[in-house]
């Protein structure tokens, strides 16, 4: 376990070093967005919880080369399922939306999600997450931002179980097997179990 917590640090580590070499090269990433990429690095290095939990939901290092703020989220995610104070909002209603959503059988595609990062999109299903989704409107263009690195944040820690429905449209629900959700459940104290009978 040891050697492959530290095989995946250094992975990490030549994945993100590499990729700001590539963006220093073409002088196209603000210091902002370098920090976001080296916090994951070095908390990486410095968290045992951190690092066993990456190496737990089978993390692929080149998923550092993510949207910035996927690859944010990613590292938010994993912090709040090892015990920080807080998860961002849009990650927060993905989860409890979801459990909500596939209680009533209701397909969670990308649009769905769109719907759940924003209180201003009215959907069919609006009083089933009335509470779960995110609890203020924004514009179109965040919306568009945050559903999709949200998404891909997810997507990183292999959170998410992906089908097509008829239409060909990805679909959504949480993998109940992965860490993360395992730890997320835990801490929202929330029995993954009883979800999975109640559907």
Do not use: G, P, W
């Not at 559903?147 to 679909?171: F, G, K, P, Q, W």
């Amino acid at each position: 376990m040891t050697s492959n917590i530290q095989t995946l640090r250094a992975s990490i580590a030549t994945a993100i070093d590499a990729r700001i070499a590539r963006e220093d090269a073409k002088s196209s990433m603000t210091s902002s967005n370098k920090k976001k990429l080296t916090d994951v690095r070095d908390v990486a290095q410095r968290s045992d919880d951190i690092a066993s939990l990456l190496l737990a939901c089978n993390f692929d290092a080149a998923s550092v080369n993510l949207n910035v703020y996927s690859v944010e989220k990613m590292l938010d995610i994993a912090q709040y399922a090892c015990s920080a104070s807080r998860m961002s909002q849009y990650c927060n209603a993905l989860f409890d939306s979801a459990l909500v959503l596939e209680k009533a059988s209701i397909e969670i595609t990308r649009d769905v999600v769109a719907a759940l990062c924003t209180n201003d999109i009215k959907t069919k299903f609006d009083a089933k997450i009335k509470s779960t989704r995110v609890q203020k409107a924004v514009s179109k263009s965040t919306v568009a931002t945050q559903h999709n690195s949200t998404i891909n944040a997810y997507l990183a820690l292999n959170m998410l179980n992906v089908t097509r429905n008829a239409n060909n449209d990805e679909c959504f629900t949480l993998n109940r097997e992965n860490a993360a959700v395992k730890a997320i459940a835990e801490r929202k104290q929330i029995k993954l179990s009883d979800e999975v009978a109640a559907q």
